[in-house]
């Protein structure tokens, strides 16, 4: 065992070796930190030996070249990160696995000069003194959605959990039987409602639902009706739902809550363009809900986030609650969503500045400009297609929203579309494409301009 501890080269020797001197040109990685990795490495190689568990034909090899291998291995765990940047070709603007909404130049901007220095993230410039986080954005959400207060909490999921937990624990919460949705990932309404210790009285059927389900339903212990956006799937035919408006009266006959989990959170008005039949934050509180909360990064285009806006008596409630705390966003969170929420104070350029609803609202011609000007600099290698197809919002929003679009559809002579498919999705950046008729396809929806030049570069490894 000493003999074989002996064998090991010095570090200094090791240094000299034509692999260290190699693995030092092609890394970008200095030779300081080279160097403490190849002790580690070779205080691996050391513990293994004295541990016995170096096996005896590991003898054949000389001991250096397993320190290099060690090396080799800390190495590519340095140079390529585990959350890493993704070309979406699969025209799905929303792609919940691939982080949904992409921010805007603007909220990146502030990201970065937020988290780069110190802010006023809790302090009040003005007096001096301690502020809130809250403030920061409770005007801008007041100024483009109507409503009275706001606040910002981790996700529209943890915003159901704290409107339902803060506000109705111990008490009747009425849902339509129609709108008892789970929204992906083990997010169900009833589950979360048990969770929150409020008791939930289901209504109606799944396809129909009255105003007099919900009257003949109250009952002392009722505090809140709750209304859920169906926004992942759609019941057509034989159905009745109770819109927030119908409900409005009764709510205040009664001195119930009114709250609407919208989910989306709509705040440019796509119903204008033609696209689906969402509503806005603001319609649906000029109809009367008490309270809203939807998501940041759903159709608002913004950082992962939960905004629950409406009466102030209850969102100061909600603020006063020891979950806010938990539940709080952080800095980078806050300044992504301001950036995002002042794009929309400017109805006309917010079209053209959240690259969500760009994506959305982008025509057909405008994708086949894309295209051309993607296929102009392609290599004579690929054969081209181009394919009329349809795109999806994604993130569980207006599933039945039909985005017109076209299909850049590529295929060439050695190698198979599963292969390019596969390749694609493991180098840098990561291209995520479609398959379809034995070629690869990308929707030129999701794919901008200035990521040209990256998906030309991986795509020339197949030439
Ligand atoms: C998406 C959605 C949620 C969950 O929102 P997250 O921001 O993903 O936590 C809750 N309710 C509805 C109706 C939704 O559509």
Redesign the pocket.
Not at 228 to 232: D, I, L, P
Not at 261 to 264: A, I, N, Q, R, T
């Given at each position: 065992m000493h003999q074989l501890l002996r064998k090991i080269p010095a570090i200094h020797e090791l240094q000299q070796d034509q692999s260290f001197l190699t693995l030092l040109e092609t890394n970008d990685v200095s030779k300081g930190k080279l160097t403490e990795w190849l002790q580690e490495a070779v205080s691996d190689l050391r513990n293994d030996i004295l541990a016995g568990n170096f096996q005896t034909e590991d003898d054949v090899n000389p001991l250096s070249d397993i320190v290099f291998s060690k090396l080799s291995e800390r190495l590519s765990h340095h140079s390529t990160y585990q959350l890493r940047r993704v070309i979406n070709g699969t025209g799905t603007v929303l792609h919940t696995n691939l982080g949904r909404a992409r921010l805007s130049d603007q909220a990146v901007k502030q990201v970065v000069e937020t988290a780069f220095s110190y802010s006023n993230l809790e302090y009040n410039l003005k007096q001096g003194k301690r502020g809130s986080r809250h403030d920061l954005i409770e005007e801008l959400v007041k100024e483009i959605t109507g409503a009275e207060a706001a606040m910002v909490v981790n996700?529209?999921?943890?915003?159901?959990y704290l409107v339902l937990k803060a506000l109705a624990k111990g008490k009747e919460v009425i849902v339509s039987r129609g709108e008892l949705?789970e929204?992906?990932?083990s997010?169900r309404?009833s589950s979360i409602m048990e969770e929150s210790g409020a008791t939930l009285v289901e209504v109606g059927t799944t396809n129909k639902t009255h105003l007099y389900d919900y009257e003949d339903a109250i009952s002392e212990e009722t505090v809140m009706m709750m209304k859920?956006?169906?926004?992942?799937f759609k019941v057509i035919g034989f159905t009745k739902e109770v819109s927030v408006a119908e409900l409005r009266p009764l709510a205040q006959t009664h001195n119930v809550i009114l709250y609407e989990?919208?989910?989306?959170g709509a705040i440019y008005d796509l119903k204008k363009d033609g696209i689906g039949n969402e509503p806005t934050v603001s319609e649906a509180l000029k109809k009367g809900a008490d309270i809203v909360?939807f998501?940041?990064?759903?159709l608002l285009g913004g950082p992962?986030?939960?905004v629950i806006a409406g009466k102030k008596e209850w969102i100061d409630r909600l603020k006063k609650h020891q979950l806010a705390r938990v539940l709080r966003v952080d800095k980078m969170t806050l300044a992504a969503l301001e950036a995002t929420l002042k794009a929309y104070v400017n109805e006309d350029s917010v079209r053209e500045e959240l690259p969500t609803l760009r994506a959305i609202l982008l025509k057909k011609d405008e994708v086949a400009s894309r295209i051309e000007e993607f296929t102009r600099k392609l290599s004579s290698h690929w054969r081209t297609n181009v394919k009329s197809d349809v795109s999806q919002v994604g993130?569980?929003?207006m599933p039945d929203v039909e985005l017109d679009t076209l299909l850049l559809l590529l295929s060439c002579e050695n190698h198979t579309a599963q292969s390019l498919h596969n390749k694609l999705r493991s180098g840098e950046p990561a291209v995520v494409s479609r398959i379809i008729n034995d070629q690869i396809a990308f929707d030129f929806r999701t794919i901008e301009t200035h990521e040209f030049e990256d998906l030309h570069k991986r795509l020339k490894e197949f030439e």
């Open positions: 996700n529209n999921a943890a915003a159901v949705v929204i992906g990932g997010f309404v859920v956006h169906t926004s992942n989990d919208l989910g989306s909360t998501s940041g990064d759903k992962q986030a939960g993130g569980g929003t």
